[in-house]
């Protein structure tokens, strides 16, 4: 766990994303009790147009917490590390680095969390001025000196809360 707070580095937008999202699920689906509709893109990376670490994130949705140990087990054989819960309850974090990275957040299926990712993500696609402020505190972030990914977190969590109050309660799945 202690490799955890690694080094945040910011991107333009690549278009590249969501074809490595399709190209992963795809690949997650192998794994028994995977279905497509459990795994979301979520994250900068699923938001054309913004600013993001260079970092793809899936979210999968599972109908029981915690997730079960051979699930977690079978993500670890495709190369994922499982960093636990890493300081989030109810969010079991695992992450693939290579030439293409990955943060896999397995999620209560419809919980807070689910929700709330999906809720940012639509509100930042739909919403350009919101999409230009988010972007606008991760570079303040990075600029202020939170380089790692743990103060890099905490520092753009007031953007996200501020978000989140006046995202649309209702998703587009």
Known sequence: MSGLDETVTLAPYDPSWPAAFEAERRRLRGVPGITPEAI??????AVPGL???PVVDLMLGVTHWPP?????????VLGYEDLGEAGVPERRYL???GPVSFNLHVVRRDGDHWSNNLRLRDHL???PIARE?????KRAAVAA????LLAYSAAKQPAIAELLAV???ETAL
């Open 40 to 45: 979301e893109h979520i994250g900068s990376t």
């Open 51 to 53: 600013t993001a670490k």
């Open 68 to 76: 079960p140990a051979a699930l977690v087990a079978q993500l670890v």
């Open 95 to 97: 992450r693939l680095r």
């Open 125 to 127: 696609r739909a919403d």
């Open 133 to 137: 402020r988010y972007a606008a505190a």
């Open 145 to 148: 000196g939170a380089t790692r």
């Open 167 to 169: 995202a649309p309660r």
